[in-house]
């Protein structure tokens, strides 16, 4: 059983910047690929980013060039660094981790809630 545990949201101006951070347990953090995804209300949940053990990164079209996915495994903690954040990056903000580093992702977060004000 893994835990994950996502911090870091809240309320931004937009064009404003937060940071979030997932801690997920485990001694073999340095093989799991870690995602985040979001939902805003009344939507499906929506894939972010993710960040592979490999090193290997993706985003999606939305938020490329504005959010930065990055890990620590010395640490357990994947980030997400959010920029130049618009109202509609609104949402429930949730990190996921595929504990076996190539299937689905099979462990979620809480999620954090992610306000941009206009």
């Known amino acids: 059983q893994v835990q994950v545990v996502e911090s870091g949201g809240g309320l931004v101006q937009a064009g404003g910047s937060l940071r979030l951070s997932c801690v997920a347990s485990?001694?073999?953090?340095?093989?799991?690929?870690m995602g985040w995804f979001r939902q805003a209300p009344g939507k499906d949940r929506e894939f972010v980013a993710t960040?592979?053990?490999?090193?290997?990164?993706t985003y999606a079209d939305s938020v490329k060039g504005r959010f930065t996915i990055s890990r620590d495994n010395a640490k357990n903690t994947v980030y997400l660094q959010m920029n130049n954040l618009k109202v509609e990056d609104t949402a429930v903000y949730y990190c996921?981790?595929?504990?076996?580093?190539?299937?689905?992702?099979?462990?979620w977060g809480q999620g954090t809630q992610v306000t941009v004000s206009s």
């Open positions: 960040n592979g053990w490999s090193g290997s990164i």
């Open positions: 996921a981790v595929s504990s076996d580093g190539v299937g689905k992702f099979n462990y």
């Open positions: 485990g001694r073999t953090f340095n093989l799991y690929n």
